[in-house]
T-cell receptor, first 111, second 119 residues
Framework: QKEVEQDPGPLSVPEGAIVSLNCTYS??????FMWYRQYSRKGPELLMYTYSSGNKEDGRFTAQVDKSSKYISLFIRDSQPSDSATYLC???????????FGAGTRLFVKA | DTGVSQNPRHKITKRGQNVTFRCDPISEHNRLYWYRQTLGQGPEFLTY????????KSRLLSDRFSAERPKGSFSTLEIQRTEQGDSAMYLC?????????????????FGSGTRLTVV
């Protein structure tokens, strides 16, 4: 079993839809939770960062962490074609230096 | 600062040859990481430096792989006697140290990667 599980998709939605992306994990030592966006042939780009449980909002993006269920989510409101990319969840422990990534979910937003 | 820079962007090599990649991190970041990413997968941790010290190596990093970060600045990743299974995107990332991380937005800044093809 992988430490971090993420549905690879692809997920296809119409422009303007609310997108929900999710990951589960098994290591209870994880304290830092992140979402990265990766465009084709580019390195991942940090979107959201959350420490421990709770919600965090940044513009159209909301990240949620439920440590009791070992489940994290990223919501994208009013999705745009430019949001089409692979979204990677990532997490690390209190040491913080080694981040474990999910496999990524490919998202397509149709105009 | 232009972010994390990786060179070359692409490398095609014959099986058995040695290759070396370079990473220039963001200057004020003291942590540097190497990851490997294959098609359809997330990045996999290879190794990590704090300043010039290599603090952890993944079991994925066989004896054919070596990484250095002289003087705590740029880093190199060398693969000796390349195999077809080494074909992947090699990503470098940098970040701040732990004290800053807890106060500021934590996370890596990645470079664009070096795509290695072993033929």
């Amino acid at each position: 079993q992988k430490e971090v599980e993420q549905d690879p998709g692809p997920l296809s939605v119409p422009e303007g839809a609310i997108v929900s992306l999710n990951c589960t994990y098994s290591n209870s030592a994880f304290q830092y939770f992140m979402w990265y966006r990766q465009y084709s042939r580019k390195g991942p780009e940090l979107l959201m960062y959350t420490y421990s449980s709770g919600n965090k909002e940044d513009g159209r993006f909301t990240a949620q962490v439920d440590k009791s269920s070992k489940y994290i989510s990223l919501f994208i409101r009013d999705s745009q074609p430019s949001d089409s990319a692979t979204y990677l969840c990532a997490m690390s422990g209190t040491g913080g230096f080694k981040t474990i990534f999910g496999a990524g979910t490919r998202l397509f937003v149709k105009a | 600062d232009t972010g994390v820079s990786q060179n070359p962007r692409h490398k095609i090599t014959k099986r058995g040859q040695n290759v070396t990649f370079r990473c220039d991190p963001i200057s004020e970041h003291n942590r540097l990481y190497w990851y490997r990413q294959t098609l359809g997968q997330g990045p996999e941790f290879l190794t990590y430096f704090q300043n010039e010290a290599q603090l952890e190596k993944s079991r994925l990093l066989s004896d054919r792989f070596s990484a250095e970060r002289p003087k705590g600045s740029f880093s190199t990743l060398e693969i000796q006697r390349t195999e077809q299974g080494d074909s992947a995107m090699y990503l470098c990332a940098s970040s701040r140290g732990q004290k800053d991380r807890d106060r500021l937005n934590y996370g890596y800044t990645f470079g664009s990667g070096t795509r290695l093809t072993v033929v």
